[in-house]
């Protein structure tokens, strides 16, 4: 039986009219994924909360510039990559997250749903992505995390589709090696 | 088995509550109308008293340069003594002249009017 997942019904309308009920629906529904997004590239868990709140923030604050109610997701994650590139040069590691390995995008014969984790392999999975250079792990997470779509990673990270593309390639190969490994 | 989502977002389960509270307070400085302290209009006409006060030094100073001067002061010109306008153009001419005096613009020679021919046929015989 073919199951199609149904779009979810986000109250992004109301909190736009400013309902702090709806606003703390969108949150609940945000703050792990967002929380897992920014402490795996923040590596620090004061850090991570703080650029958490910050984006809840802006997000009350500039929701009136989102247009496509739909994206809300997206866009949120769009607020705290920007904090967390903001982090990276202030901390001067600029260098390393524009970093390239390379601009051709491969054909993408990999989909996400494929790597499966076996319980032993949790740590090791985790450690792995911690290994990947901060523009490869951005685009993995945003893919692992809340399923994005490589056009949505695009707009994120503020990237052209064809980096992401490679980004994503050449991250899922790292990772799957670095499993293989160990 | 478990996808790497379900492996990140168990991984990092510990910060939920951190994250709960977070919320909360964000929602609740939504929910928190914006403090406004009652102002009576004394407190407020005392709040201005210095505003009111330059604006009265400025328009004294105003009013003060605005005030008529003494009557008589400027005196009035007697019809006899206003000049017609031939007078006008008279005086005209005569700075325009004065002017091009002073500024060493050559002055206009002279026309030459040749004289007759009789008279110029002579002058060739005599000489």
């Known amino acids: 039986m073919l199951v199609v997942a149904e779009p979810e019904q986000l109250p992004v309308e109301q909190a736009k009219a400013g309902e702090p009920e709806a606003w703390s629906v969108l949150f609940r529904r945000y703050q792990m994924p967002l929380y897992v997004y920014v402490f795996e590239l923040a590596r620090d868990e004061q850090t ?8 809840f923030i802006a997000a009350v604050r500039h929701i009136g510039s989102l247009r496509d109610e739909a994206k809300f ?22 260098a390393a997250w524009r970093g390239e390995i390379a601009e051709t995008p491969p054909d993408l014969d990999d989909s996400p749903d494929e790597l499966l984790i076996r319980r032993e392999q949790e740590a090791e999975f985790m450690k792995s992505i911690n290994q990947l250079p901060p523009p490869q792990r ?22 052209p589709l ?18 293989e490994e160990k | 088995m478990k996808t790497p989502r379900e492996v990140l977002l168990k991984q990092h389960q510990a910060a939920a509550p951190k994250l709960d509270a977070l919320r909360a307070g964000v929602v ?33 100073v ?29 005086s005209l001419r005569e ?11 050559p002055a206009v020679e002279p026309v030459v009017v040749p004289g007759r ?10 000489v």
């Open chain 2, 28 to 60: 609740a400085g939504l929910a928190r109308p914006p403090a406004r302290e009652a102002v009576s209009w004394r407190d407020f006409a005392r709040s201005l008293r210095w505003h009111f006060a330059a604006l009265s030094a400025a328009w004294m």
């Open chain 2, 62 to 90: 105003v009013a003060m340069l605005n005030m008529d001067p003494a009557p008589g002061a400027v005196a009035a010109i007697p019809r006899d003594k206003i000049p017609t306008p031939q007078q006008l153009w008279a």
């Open chain 1, 162 to 179: 064809g980096t992401v593309k490679s980004r994503l390639h050449y991250a899922k190969r790292a990772l799957r090696k670095l499993l």
């Open chain 1, 138 to 159: 951005s685009v993995l997470l945003l893919h692992f995390v809340e399923d994005f779509s490589l056009e949505q990673i695009a707009e994120i990270t503020e990237t």
């Open chain 1, 73 to 94: 997701g997206g866009w949120l994650f769009g607020i705290a990559h920007q904090k967390c590139s903001q982090l990276w040069r202030k901390q001067n590691r600029e």
């Open chain 2, 95 to 105: 700075s325009r002249r004065l002017l091009l005096e002073y500024s060493d613009v």
């Open chain 1, 48 to 55: 991570s909360l703080d650029i958490v709140q910050e984006t």
């Open chain 2, 117 to 126: 021919r009789s008279e110029m046929a002579v002058e060739q015989a005599v």
